[in-house]
T-cell receptor, first 114, second 116 residues
Framework: SQQGEEDPQALSIQEGENATMNCSYK?????LQWYRQNSGRGLVHLILIRSNEREKHSGRLRVTLDTSKKSSSLLITASRAADTASYFC??????????????FGQGTILTVHP | EAQVTQNPRYLITVTGKKLTVTCSQNMNHEYMSWYRQDPGLGLRQIYYSMNVEVTDKGDVPEGYKVSRKEKRNFPLILESPSPNQTSLYFC???????????????FGAGSRLTVL
């Protein structure tokens, strides 16, 4: 199964509300990243959190990492209609021989209603 | 502008007709990779390349070939396409700073391939 699995698969909220997406993974990681994809387009990197970090902020984004539970969460505060997109977590595996390989989850589809 | 460029963006072809999807990056990145995206399966890595003339299989390499003769280009070749290769394909590149460095990917816009 996938190294990273997001939850929920789909999330629908109103503008101004907060959106929280979760990601679980199986093996030890070097870092965990979150990407955003607008419908049918390329993924865009949002934020990275290293294995020795617990929380990271970037604008309206807040990411947490719990390595003991092998899980991460992405919080988008004060959401906007323009935040409507799919969000993917990606794990960079620690000590892997596969340089350059990120393993992606299946994504959370976020819909923000105006 | 720093970018990854894929071509073609859309392609409809028939079973068995060889095709190549080109990928080029202008950021002098060492690492390049190909992913395919399918509903319910997320993104799965096909092949990746650590540098010129160095390539390796990803999770779903069957039916695909790649080459890395130049640092900026990493074409994906389907020698004999089949309908199960109908998918949305993404090329991505990255620069990883050393063993412990982060591997942050820059993606192309995607190539939607339909094999009839």
């Amino acid at each position: 199964s996938q190294q990273g699995e997001e939850d929920p698969q789909a999330l629908s909220i109103q503008e101004g509300e907060n959106a929280t997406m979760n990601c679980s993974y199986k093996t030890s990681i070097n870092n965990l990243q979150w990407y955003r994809q607008n419908s049918g387009r390329g993924l865009v990197h949002l934020i990275l959190i290293r294995s020795n970090e617990r929380e990271k902020h970037s604008g309206r984004l807040r990411v947490t990492l719990d390595t003991s539970k092998k899980s991460s969460s992405l919080l988008i505060t004060a959401s906007r209609a323009a935040d409507t997109a799919s969000y993917f977590c990606a794990t960079d595996v620690r000590g892997g021989t596969s340089y350059g390989k990120l393993t992606f989850g299946q994504g959370t589809i976020l819909t923000v209603h105006p | 502008e720093a970018q990854v460029t894929q071509n073609p963006r859309y392609l409809i072809t028939v079973t068995g007709k060889k095709l190549t999807v080109t990928c080029s990056q202008n950021m002098n990145h060492e690492y390049m990779s190909w992913y395919r995206q399918d509903p319910g399966l997320g993104l799965r890595q096909i092949y990746y390349s650590m540098n010129v003339e160095v390539t390796d299989k990803g999770d779903v390499p069957e039916g695909y070939k790649v080459s890395r003769k130049e640092k900026r280009n990493f074409p994906l070749i389907l020698e004999s396409p089949s309908p199960n290769q109908t998918s949305l394909y993404f090329c991505a590149s990255s620069f990883r700073q050393g063993q412990a460095g982060a591997n942050v990917l820059t993606f192309g816009a995607g190539s939607r391939l339909t094999v009839l």
